[in-house]
Protein backbone atom coordinates (compact mmCIF):
# COMPACT_ATOMS: atom_id res chain seq x y z
CA UNK A 1 0.00 0.00 0.00
CA UNK A 2 1.13 3.46 -0.75
CA UNK A 3 -0.71 6.57 -0.07
CA UNK A 4 -0.06 9.66 -2.68
CA UNK A 5 -0.89 13.35 -2.20
CA UNK A 6 -0.90 15.59 -4.71
CA UNK A 7 -0.24 19.42 -4.23
CA UNK A 8 0.66 22.89 -6.54
CA UNK A 9 -2.41 23.22 -8.31
CA UNK A 10 -4.13 26.55 -8.56
CA UNK A 11 -4.93 29.49 -11.23
CA UNK A 12 -2.26 30.60 -13.75
CA UNK A 13 -2.45 32.87 -16.75
CA UNK A 14 -1.55 31.63 -20.51
CA UNK A 15 1.95 31.28 -21.00
CA UNK A 16 2.81 30.82 -17.38
CA UNK A 17 4.09 27.83 -15.28
CA UNK A 18 3.34 25.63 -12.40
CA UNK A 19 4.70 23.17 -10.13
CA UNK A 20 2.58 20.10 -9.20
CA UNK A 21 4.15 17.78 -6.69
CA UNK A 22 3.05 14.04 -4.89
CA UNK A 23 3.95 13.51 -1.84
CA UNK A 24 4.16 9.04 -1.20
CA UNK A 25 3.97 7.62 2.15
CA UNK A 26 6.84 4.49 2.98
CA UNK A 27 9.82 3.47 2.22
CA UNK A 28 9.31 1.86 -0.89
CA UNK A 29 8.37 4.98 -3.40
CA UNK A 30 11.78 4.24 -5.57
CA UNK A 31 9.87 0.48 -6.42
CA UNK A 32 6.93 2.20 -8.33
CA UNK A 33 6.93 3.99 -11.81
CA UNK A 34 4.77 6.92 -11.38
CA UNK A 35 2.71 9.00 -13.93
CA UNK A 36 0.53 12.25 -14.20
CA UNK A 37 -2.97 12.05 -15.36
CA UNK A 38 -5.68 14.61 -15.86
CA UNK A 39 -9.34 15.03 -16.24
CA UNK A 40 -10.62 18.51 -18.31
CA UNK A 41 -14.31 19.36 -17.42
CA UNK A 42 -16.42 17.49 -18.95
CA UNK A 43 -14.08 14.64 -20.19
CA UNK A 44 -12.65 11.81 -19.80
CA UNK A 45 -9.38 11.50 -17.53
CA UNK A 46 -6.11 11.30 -19.81
CA UNK A 47 -2.57 10.01 -19.51
CA UNK A 48 -0.33 13.11 -18.74
CA UNK A 49 3.49 11.77 -18.52
CA UNK A 50 5.22 8.65 -16.66
CA UNK A 51 8.25 8.05 -15.31
CA UNK A 52 10.17 5.07 -14.22
CA UNK A 53 11.10 4.35 -10.66
CA UNK A 54 14.84 4.84 -11.16
CA UNK A 55 13.86 8.44 -13.06
CA UNK A 56 15.74 6.67 -16.00
CA UNK A 57 13.14 7.32 -18.22
CA UNK A 58 10.05 8.65 -19.48
CA UNK A 59 7.25 9.49 -21.36
CA UNK A 60 4.33 12.34 -22.24
CA UNK A 61 1.66 12.79 -24.15
CA UNK A 62 2.04 14.19 -27.58
CA UNK A 63 -0.26 17.41 -26.21
CA UNK A 64 1.96 18.33 -23.57
CA UNK A 65 5.36 16.81 -24.80
CA UNK A 66 7.99 19.91 -24.52
CA UNK A 67 6.12 21.85 -22.10
CA UNK A 68 6.20 19.34 -19.46
CA UNK A 69 9.05 18.00 -17.72
CA UNK A 70 8.36 14.87 -15.38
CA UNK A 71 10.74 13.92 -12.33
CA UNK A 72 11.13 12.51 -9.02
CA UNK A 73 13.05 12.31 -6.17
CA UNK A 74 13.01 9.04 -4.39
CA UNK A 75 15.07 10.05 -1.21
CA UNK A 76 12.16 12.50 -0.79
CA UNK A 77 9.45 10.45 -1.64
CA UNK A 78 8.24 12.71 -4.06
CA UNK A 79 7.49 13.24 -8.14
CA UNK A 80 6.81 16.46 -9.75
CA UNK A 81 5.21 17.74 -12.91
CA UNK A 82 6.75 20.57 -13.86
CA UNK A 83 4.21 22.52 -16.73
CA UNK A 84 5.53 25.50 -18.73
CA UNK A 85 4.14 27.35 -21.13
CA UNK A 86 0.53 26.14 -19.94
CA UNK A 87 -2.56 26.59 -22.28
CA UNK A 88 -6.33 27.19 -21.57
CA UNK A 89 -6.53 23.40 -22.92
CA UNK A 90 -4.53 22.43 -19.84
CA UNK A 91 -7.05 23.24 -17.06
CA UNK A 92 -7.97 19.98 -15.99
CA UNK A 93 -7.74 18.31 -12.55
CA UNK A 94 -4.28 16.67 -12.34
CA UNK A 95 -3.67 13.30 -10.62
CA UNK A 96 -0.69 11.57 -9.38
CA UNK A 97 -1.02 7.30 -9.64
CA UNK A 98 1.67 5.04 -8.69
CA UNK A 99 2.10 1.07 -10.52
CA UNK A 100 3.52 -1.32 -8.53
CA UNK A 101 7.08 -3.05 -9.27
CA UNK A 102 7.53 -1.66 -12.84
CA UNK A 103 10.59 0.39 -14.17
CA UNK A 104 9.57 1.06 -16.99
CA UNK A 105 7.54 4.87 -18.38
CA UNK A 106 5.59 3.07 -21.20
CA UNK A 107 2.42 2.54 -19.32
CA UNK A 108 -0.41 4.54 -20.14
CA UNK A 109 -3.99 3.51 -19.64
CA UNK A 110 -5.13 4.78 -16.24
CA UNK A 111 -6.46 1.22 -15.17
CA UNK A 112 -3.18 -0.48 -15.23
CA UNK A 113 -2.60 2.11 -12.21
CA UNK A 114 -2.67 0.52 -8.83
CA UNK A 115 -2.89 3.93 -6.56
CA UNK A 116 -3.78 6.97 -6.74
CA UNK A 117 -4.13 10.43 -5.09
CA UNK A 118 -6.97 12.57 -4.99
CA UNK A 119 -5.84 15.08 -7.27
CA UNK A 120 -5.44 18.72 -7.50
CA UNK A 121 -7.38 21.19 -9.49
CA UNK A 122 -4.96 23.34 -12.00
CA UNK A 123 -6.91 25.99 -14.02
CA UNK A 124 -5.48 28.02 -16.70
CA UNK A 125 -6.66 31.60 -17.83
CA UNK A 126 -7.09 32.25 -21.74
Known amino acids: QVQLVESGGGLVQAGGSLRLSCAAS????????MGWFRQPPGKEREFVAAISWSGGSNNYADSVKGRFTISRENAKNTMYLQMNSLKAEDTAVYYC???????????????????WGQGTQVTVSS
Open 26 to 33: GRTFSNYA
Open 97 to 115: AAIKAVDEATVVSQYDYDY
